[in-house]
């Protein structure tokens, strides 16, 4: 599914802080979002997601205009920050919370669940716990978890590899690899990790002061020293 950006412009007074004339991200794209802080990435995830309110310009997702339907809610998993938890739910209700609304019958939620056993390790579910008690890691693995099980269309991932250990920061990788080329989800990720984002994207895009001022495609031979180099020289 196709994301379409069409002037897109976010302002706070006179501060421009996101500014993307024309860009297109293609079905099956897995694409990294790269920037120093400020750079503009969660803005314009939140964008996307319809959090906060554009200044001008559109956003379309499989051709559904964000800002004006509801339809694209369906075909979006995604995982900004903690905000998006219900911290008062145990993990078992947020996961059959998130199913109801997506539609995911008991028996497919169960296995789609078992598919993440590997970073569960038995500390989330199962644990008579709520969300609110458990350390950063693993409300960043239940967030991650809840995105990925609605087997969404478009995914989208604000720094995913965040308060991860190594081991659960490799799996949540090869999973975004997995969805985008087994069920040819349109995957957009943001992250400091450049190695991960090297290592795993299509496509990288990055961002300064609200603008792409680098469209590199790793799969076509694009060189992506220039993306490490540019954050030499800051």
Same mark, same amino acid.
Request: glycine share 8%; net charge negative; with cysteine.
């Given at each position: 599914?196709?994301?379409?950006?069409?002037?897109?412009?976010?302002?706070?007074?006179?501060?421009?802080?996101?500014?993307?004339?024309?860009?297109?991200?293609?079905?099956?794209?897995?694409?990294?979002?790269?920037?120093?802080?400020?750079?503009?990435?969660?803005?314009?995830?939140?964008?996307?997601?319809?959090?906060?309110?554009?200044?001008?310009?559109?956003?379309?997702?499989?051709?559904?205009?964000?800002?004006?339907?509801?339809?694209?809610?369906?075909?979006?998993?995604?995982?900004?920050?903690?905000?998006?938890?219900?911290?008062?739910?145990?993990?078992?209700?947020?996961?059959?919370?998130?199913?109801?609304?997506?539609?995911?019958?008991?028996?497919?939620?169960?296995?789609?669940?078992?598919?993440?056993?590997?970073?569960?390790?038995?500390?989330? !579910?199962?644990?008579? *716990?709520? $969300? +609110? =008690?458990?350390?950063?890691? @693993?409300?960043?693995?239940?967030?991650? #978890?809840? /995105?990925?099980?609605?087997?969404?269309?478009?995914?989208?991932?604000?720094?995913?590899?965040?308060?991860?250990?190594?081991?659960?920061?490799?799996?949540?990788?090869?999973?975004?690899?997995?969805?985008?080329?087994?069920?040819?989800?349109?995957?957009?990720?943001?992250?400091?990790?450049?190695?991960?984002?090297?290592?795993?994207?299509?496509?990288?895009?990055? !961002?300064?002061?609200? *603008?792409? $001022? +680098? =469209?590199?495609?790793?799969? @076509?031979?694009?060189?992506?020293?220039? #993306?490490? /180099?540019?954050?030499?020289?800051?």
């Amino acid at each position: 599914m196709d994301i379409q950006f069409s002037n897109l412009k976010k302002q706070y007074g006179d501060t421009t802080v996101l500014d993307i004339e024309n860009l297109t991200i293609n079905q099956g794209e897995l694409v990294g979002l790269v920037g120093n802080n400020g750079a503009g990435k969660t803005t314009l995830m939140r964008l996307m997601l319809d959090l906060i309110e554009k200044t001008d310009g559109d956003v379309l997702i499989g051709g559904a205009n964000v800002c004006e339907t509801e339809q694209w809610k369906e075909w979006v998993g995604s995982f900004i920050d903690g905000s998006f938890l219900i911290e008062f739910y145990s993990p078992e209700e947020y996961f059959n919370f998130i199913a109801k609304a997506y539609h995911i019958s008991e028996a497919d939620l169960q296995q789609r669940l078992a598919e993440f056993s590997a970073i569960d390790g038995g500390e989330i !579910l199962g644990t008579n *716990k709520l $969300i +609110k =008690d458990f350390s950063q890691g @693993n409300k960043q693995k239940i967030g991650i #978890i809840g /995105a990925m099980i609605v087997t969404p269309k478009v995914l989208i991932l604000d720094e995913p590899f965040n308060y991860l250990d190594p081991s659960s920061q490799i799996f949540v990788a090869k999973k975004i690899q997995q969805i985008c080329s087994e069920q040819g989800t349109t995957v957009l990720i943001s992250s400091h990790n450049i190695q991960f984002v090297s290592d795993i994207c299509s496509r990288i895009l990055l !961002l300064e002061k609200g *603008k792409v $001022i +680098k =469209d590199i495609k790793p799969s @076509n031979g694009d060189n992506v020293a220039e #993306i490490n /180099a540019y954050f030499e020289q800051q």
